[in-house]
Every structure is written in C-alpha cells, then in structure tokens.
C-alpha cells in the first residue's frame, strides 16, 4: 500500500512557465512532509518542506501548499528554468526521529 | 548545513561476497541514521532504522541477515550486503538525522551496487 503518491512519473514544462509538482498521502499521521530533487546516482537534495500545521511555505522559486482535508501537497516552481530539470520526490514523515516515506517520484522536463 | 559522507559510490562484486558501504555524518552526531534502497524509476524504499549502540529495525520484508547494519558510533553506521545475489543490485542511499534543520534529514550520495 502506497502511502506517498505522485501519479505523473513525468512533467514537461517550458523555460519560464510554472512547474507543478503534485502529491498524494493517505496516512493522517503524517504530520511534516519535504520535497527533494534528485539525479541519477546521486542522494537526493532537499528542497523545501512544510509542517502539517502550514498550509504554503515559499523558498525563492520554490513554494509548498499543502490541503489537509484533501490530503495533497503541490511544489510549485516559478519560473522554471533548464537547471530544474530532475527528479523530483515528495516525502513525508511522522513525529520523532522516523524514517521518510517517499513517493515514485516525477521526472521534471524544462524545455528551452 | 549538515553533511553525510557515504561510500564507495559504486560497487561491483561477485554473486556470493559481501559488500559493505559506509554512511558517516561529517559535522554532527548522528544517533539515527537510516538506509534506503532505491530500484531503477522507483521510489526510495526504507530498509531499516540505525541506532548508536543499539540493534538497527528493519521495515517488513527487509532481511536482517542478509543485510547487516552496524552503528557503533554517532558518526558511523554501515550497511554489509552479505553473500549478495544479482537481485541485490540496487541504488543504496543512507541517511543520518541532525535533528536540526530540514527536519533532520540529511541524505548521503548514494552507493550503486551491482552484483554479477
């Protein structure tokens, strides 16, 4: 059972245009939840996050709005620019030290 | 910020040997660290939880035996592939938390492990 979910495995967005990034959860105990970026054979890289009690955190390009009730998180990037192409995975976490949960992720294309 | 060292970065070995990959928190002390194995467009799925000192937990499925982790400092934890089968080949990726910011999570560079 799949409880981290991004349903496009991949996203072409032009240069400048906003890239959405969209993520499903089903577990309500989660209760903090990241994006990261990764490249092929390489660790991913944390991008931004957000707690459970937020519903937008911003970060420069990068801006998280979570809907509780519809247990969904989105990362949007604006503008989107070549650098940005990667794969992007959301996460989420409970309370303590706990290991992540991660979705498949998806396969960000910027075109020029 | 916080940073995790993991090594090697790649490995090929022999169906049967075991391989053992290094995770080391470099300026901060890691009482958790965690390992994670991720196949070719999948998600990263965790293995099993690190403590210092203490006996690691693996999520279901995962086996203890066959997967060896030790942490026996706040700075290093391993994770030994013993007697590794072509199946085992995979992307392996630890991660140590800060318990500061990013909520903690700061994630090494990932080891390739392929087993012919």
């Known amino acids: 059972d799949q409880q981290v979910k991004q349903n496009s495995p991949s996203l072409s967005v032009q240069e400048g245009r906003i890239s959405i990034l969209n993520c499903d959860y089903t577990?309500?105990?989660?209760?903090?939840f990241l994006w990261y970026k990764k490249y092929p054979a390489e660790g991913p890289t944390f991008l931004i996050s957000?707690?459970?009690?937020?519903d937008k955190n911003e970060d420069g390009r990068f801006t998280v709005f979570l809907n509780k009730s519809a247990k969904h998180l989105s990362l949007h990037i604006v503008p989107s620019q070549p650098g940005d192409s990667a794969v992007y995975f959301c996460?989420?976490?409970?309370?303590?030290?706990?290991?992540?949960?991660f979705g498949k992720g998806t396969h960000l294309i910027i075109q020029p | 910020g916080a940073v995790v060292s993991q090594h090697p970065s790649r490995v090929i070995c022999k169906s049967g040997t075991s391989v053992k990959i290094e995770c080391r928190s470099l300026?901060?002390?890691?009482?958790?660290m965690f390992w994670y194995r991720q196949f070719p467009k999948q998600s990263l799925m965790l293995m099993a939880t690190?403590?210092?000192?203490?006996?690691?937990?693996?999520e279901q499925g995962v086996e203890k035996d066959k997967f060896l982790i030790n942490h026996a400092s706040l700075t290093l934890s391993t994770l030994t592939v013993t007697s590794a089968h072509p199946e085992d080949s995979s992307f392996y990726i630890c991660?140590?938390?800060?318990?500061?910011?990013?909520?903690?999570?700061?994630f090494g560079s990932g080891t390739r492990l392929t087993v012919v």
């Open positions: 991660s140590a938390f800060s318990g500061t910011e990013n909520y903690g999570y700061t």
């Open positions: 577990n309500s105990m989660f209760d903090y």
């Open positions: 957000i707690s459970s009690i937020k």
């Open positions: 996460a989420a976490g409970g309370g303590g030290a706990d290991g992540l949960t």
């Open positions: 300026d901060f002390q890691a009482t958790t």
């Open positions: 690190s403590n210092e000192g203490s006996k690691a937990t693996y």
